[in-house]
């Protein structure tokens, strides 16, 4: 599968990593490989990890090798929401990461998925149409076919896929509903985590307060556009950081990670059916605090 990009980064240039990551949503470990195994084009020519990709550059990815002979399959429960025959759609729990990487190979979403689809006699290669934090619950999507990832792919970057998430945060955001338009890059202290940042990519997130006591709020939030960790680091800038969030905010007695579930989805079928909504009910866990905090 060959993917082509044109860039649209305005007088900002942008690294070619750092791009495959925040807009492209493709993993290190695999940006690592595509660049070794040189399937990243730039204008035509071979690119590097230290290219810098400016206004109006094609970038091209090849992904005709894309396999999942890496992944192990494992008996591994999966809460799926929606399935036909271009998409399986699941509630993904918290503590759970989304693939395999060297540190942790197995346990992941996808080594779940592998014995499913074995299970099922469907043969084919493993692929994520979105990703989720390893503590962040909720609706993760993964496409049955090449022809669905690069159409539902497509949909993603002209932002014709919503995406909506419930968060408990720590304090109460004045107005209650609004806009937090503020571009997110790299924290340099810190390779992990991202920041506000003047030089950042476009980062616009929509909000709006379902409930709030004691200090803290229940928020439903919409993302305009996905950069890592965009809602964490948003929440975070205005002061009301996600309770449990121990990377921009600070650990919490009352839950065991950050409060956060992808709770909603609507994207385009596949086929132009229609558009396919998906809802992941609140785990157990955001549902007890919540109770607790008496934000219900």
């Given at each position: 599968m060959q993917r082509k990009y044109k860039i649209n980064q305005g007088e900002n240039k942008i690294s070619i990593v750092e791009y495959m990551s925040e807009s492209l949503d493709i993993s290190s470990r695999?940006?690592?490989?595509l660049l070794k195994n040189k399937k990243v084009f730039v204008n035509g020519k071979k690119a590097y990890r230290d290219n810098k990709l400016k206004d109006g550059d094609i970038l091209e990815i090849d992904l005709s090798e894309e396999h999942r002979r890496d992944i192990v399959a494992e008996d591994i429960e999966l809460s799926i929401i929606y399935e036909d025959e271009h998409i399986l759609a699941v509630n993904k729990p918290p503590h759970m990461l989304v693939h395999p990487t060297p540190n942790h190979?197995?346990?992941?979403?996808?080594?779940?998925?592998?014995?499913?689809?074995?299970?099922?006699?469907?043969?084919?290669?493993?692929?994520?149409?979105?990703?989720?934090?390893?503590?962040?619950?909720?609706?993760?999507?993964i496409p049955k076919s090449a022809a669905a990832h690069r159409i539902l792919d497509e949909s993603m970057r002209t932002e014709s896929v919503k995406k909506y998430y419930t968060a408990i945060t720590e304090g109460v955001i004045e107005p209650h509903k609004g806009i937090i338009d503020k571009p997110i890059g790299k924290d340099e202290a810190d390779p992990i985590k991202r920041r506000v940042t003047s030089n950042g990519q476009p980062a616009v997130t929509i909000y709006e307060t379902l409930s709030k006591s004691k200090g803290f709020s229940l928020l439903r939030l919409e993302l305009a556009t996905g950069r890592t960790h965009q809602i964490r680091v948003h929440l975070s800038y205005l002061g009301c950081p996600i309770v449990g969030d121990t990377l921009y905010g600070k650990e919490s007695p009352l839950i065991g990670r950050h409060a956060l579930h992808a709770t909603d989805m609507e994207l385009p079928h596949p086929e132009g059916q229609g558009i396919i909504k998906l809802h992941a009910e609140l785990p157990g866990d955001i549902i007890r605090l919540a109770a607790l905090l008496e934000l219900e």
């Open positions: 695999q940006i690592k490989k190979p197995t346990g992941t979403l996808l080594n779940a998925a592998a014995h499913y689809f074995d299970k099922q006699g469907e043969k084919m290669a493993l692929r994520l149409l979105n990703r989720l934090d390893m503590n962040t619950s909720g609706i993760v999507v």
